[in-house]
């Protein structure tokens, strides 16, 4: 993380944090963890294709599917991300 252009606002609903890679940090970030505490803290994931995939595949097929039903699951293709949509493509 590069400290100096990661920032924090604060309102009476909400907070933000955002952060900036350092240089050197390369691809996307996956996940991210947060709490009040160190010791419960609770796991989000970032959309990405890689995510919905994996979720959508549990959601959709839980561990007990034969392989016929994998392969017919729907491909999904994250196109667009943005602060205020996402645009997702289903086949």
Excluded: M, Y
């Excluded at 996956?30 to 419960?40: C, E, Q, R, T, Y």
């Amino acid at each position: 993380l590069v400290p100096p252009k990661s920032n924090l606002s604060i309102s009476a609903h909400n907070a933000v944090v955002g952060l900036a890679k350092a240089p050197n940090s390369t691809g996307p970030w996956h996940k991210f963890s947060f709490g009040l505490d160190p010791s419960a803290l609770q796991e989000r994931l970032f959309v990405s294709e890689e995510n919905i995939d994996g979720f959508l595949g549990t959601a959709l097929c839980p561990s007990s599917c034969s392989q016929s039903a994998l392969e017919s699951q729907p491909l999904i293709e994250v196109l667009d991300v943005s602060e205020d949509r996402i645009q997702i493509r289903v086949e």
